[in-house]
T-cell receptor, first 111, second 113 residues
Framework: KNEVEQSPQNLTAQEGEFITINCSYS?????LHWLQQHPGGGIVSLFM???GKKKHGRLIATINIQEKHSSLHITASHPRDSAVYIC?????????????FGTGTRLQVFP | NAGVTQTPKFQVLKTGQSMTLQCAQD?????MYWYRQDPGMGLRLIYY???????DKGEVPNGYNVSRLNKREFSLRLESAAPSQTSVYFC????????????FGPGTRLTVL
């Protein structure tokens, strides 16, 4: 069993829809990251969370440490949001450099 | 700032050939990383360097060596390439070992025949 599981693996949506991508993990973590991988392959960090919720534009990330679960929400989705979204966890103790990555959720948003 | 740069972008090798993947960052970051990405699998850490002069193995170090040449540059060497090393390789950097955001290079697509 992977230490980081994402669901769904693939997601299609119509422009304007509300999107939710889920990430569950089975290990103790000090932080969780959400990353976006563009169709061209480039990877960009979106959020780092250790508790609660963060918002940036139309993107919202939440984490429930007790449930070992995080969600990435996209409001008013747009075709330019089409990408692979990757969840990664930083293991405890704090300061450990290593991240464990999920396999990603491929999102396609159609006009 | 160019951020994190990688060369080459594409490479085809024959089994047994050697090559070095180059990575450089201009953000004065202390920590640098090499990952590989394979279809159906998450990114996996090959080696990392928490600071200039130090390197450590990640999850999948076999068949690779690294050099942290200076604070800016972190290279990955394949001494004798194997088809199992066909992958996309990403370099990344972060300010310090405990800093939140990793900055990724554009990737190198390597095929070993």
């Amino acid at each position: 069993k992977n230490e980081v599981e994402q669901s769904p693996q693939n997601l299609t949506a119509q422009e304007g829809e509300f999107i939710t991508i889920n990430c569950s993990y089975s290990v103790g973590i000090s932080a969780l990251h959400w990353l976006q991988q563009h169709p061209g392959g480039g990877i960009v960090s979106l959020f780092m969370l250790s508790s609660g919720k963060k918002k940036h534009g139309r993107l919202i990330a939440t984490i429930n440490i007790q449930e070992k679960h995080s969600s990435l929400h996209i409001t008013a989705s747009h075709p330019r949001d089409s990408a692979v979204y990757i969840c990664a966890v930083r293991l405890k103790p704090w300061g450990t450099d290593k991240l464990i990555f999920g396999t990603g959720t491929r999102l396609q948003v159609f006009p | 700032n160019a951020g994190v740069t990688q060369t080459p972008k594409f490479q085809v090798l024959k089994t047994g050939q050697s090559m070095t993947l180059q990575c450089a960052q201009d953000m004065n970051h202390n920590s640098m990383y090499w990952y590989r990405q394979d279809p159906g699998m998450g990114l996996r850490l090959i080696y990392y360097s928490a600071s200039e002069g130090t390197t450590d193995k990640g999850e999948v170090p076999n068949g690779y060596n690294v050099s942290r040449l200076n604070k800016r540059e972190f290279s990955l060497r394949l001494e004798s390439a194997a088809p199992s090393q066909t992958s996309v390789y990403f370099c990344a950097s972060t300010v310090t070992a405990s800093t939140d955001t990793q900055y990724f290079g554009p990737g190198t697509r390597l095929t070993v025949l």
